[in-house]
């Protein structure tokens, strides 16, 4: 079945730091979204991707769809200790169709 | 606006027990989507529920089931309990699915099989 890789699983950053995370997947997407969850809550949608190279950003985060349309990735710059959490790319092939989940990248900063 | 909410917040089971999880969509959205969240395995996709209708089933056996009443709240039903059923159950939802429109999560419910 589909299964999206995501890395790095954790990390471990100095506040003020940037970020940079990614997934792959072999199948292609037309949809890429990234999501963060927060202890305790639900995931809360970050960026959603349409396009095969479109590069948007939200804040001090930014995502990239890439043009093979089967990988994604997300930075953060200037880190703060709010970013702490675990964030999850998602894609999905059409609008009819399951979203699939990576298995998270745990984000920490150290003080 | 009132966001997803889910009930209970937690709910402990034995094992052969069977569990039911609830979900009330924001206000205005139809389709309903399930998840199930174990350690260390991110979002499964259990279930999709549009206009009362099932739309979309995950990699889940037959003992996960749910259904979506008339005002768009939904239940998911998990039968004979295994011990590997413990995880956090996530609820989603949005306007619709022609194409993808975004899912608000709830809180989850923590079920725990012991």
């Known amino acids: 079945g589909q299964q999206l890789n995501q890395s790095p699983q954790s990390m471990f950053i100095q506040e003020g730091e940037d970020v940079s995370m990614n997934c792959t997947s072999s199948s292609i997407f037309n949809t890429w979204l990234w999501y963060k969850q927060d202890p305790g809550e639900g995931p809360v949608l970050l960026i959603a991707?349409?396009?095969?190279?479109e590069l948007t950003s939200n804040g001090r985060l930014t995502a990239q769809f890439g043009i093979t349309r089967k990988d994604s990735f997300l930075n953060i710059s200037a880190s703060i200790p709010s970013d702490v959490g675990i964030y999850f790319c998602?894609?999905?092939?059409?609008?009819?169709?399951?979203?699939?989940f990576g298995k998270g990248t745990r984000l920490h900063i150290l003080p | 606006e009132a966001g997803v909410t889910q009930s209970p917040t937690h709910l402990i089971k034995t094992r052969g027990q069977q569990a039911t999880l609830r979900c009330s969509p924001i206000?205005?959205?139809?389709?309903v989507y399930w998840y199930q969240q174990a350690l260390g395995l991110g979002l499964q996709f259990l279930l999709w529920?549009?206009?009362?209708?099932?739309?979309n089933r995950g990699n889940f056996p037959p003992r996960f089931s749910g259904r979506q009443f008339p005002n768009y709240s939904s239940e998911l039903n998990v039968n004979a309990l295994e011990l590997e059923d413990s995880a956090l159950y996530l609820c989603?939802?949005?306007?619709?699915?022609?194409?993808?429109?975004?899912?608000?999560f709830g809180p989850g419910t923590r079920l725990t099989v012991l």
């Open positions: 989603a939802s949005s306007l619709g699915q022609i194409t993808y429109n975004e899912q608000f």
């Open positions: 206000s205005g959205h139809t389709s």
């Open positions: 529920y549009d206009e009362g209708e099932e739309r």
């Open positions: 998602a894609g999905q092939l059409g609008g009819d169709d399951k979203i699939i």
């Open positions: 991707l349409y396009k095969a190279g």
